[in-house]
């Protein structure tokens, strides 16, 4: 009967395929990188809009 491999020994193997990381690169995984981008554009963006509807009403 075949064995299929351990979850663990999948991982290693894949792991062991895999490149070099290349010097410098912060983000390992490509949709964390977009998901950190859009959620700090979305609270910069968030300020400003805050920024400015304040100094429309006076507020100090």
Partial sequence: MARRKSLEE???DRQA???PLEEGKTFEHGPAKYLF???ISIIVLGHFIGLFV???LGIH
């Fill in 17 to 19: 395929r895999r490149p």
């Fill in 37 to 39: 981008v859009v959620l």
């Fill in 10 to 12: 999948r991982i290693a």
């Fill in 54 to 56: 304040l100094m429309g």
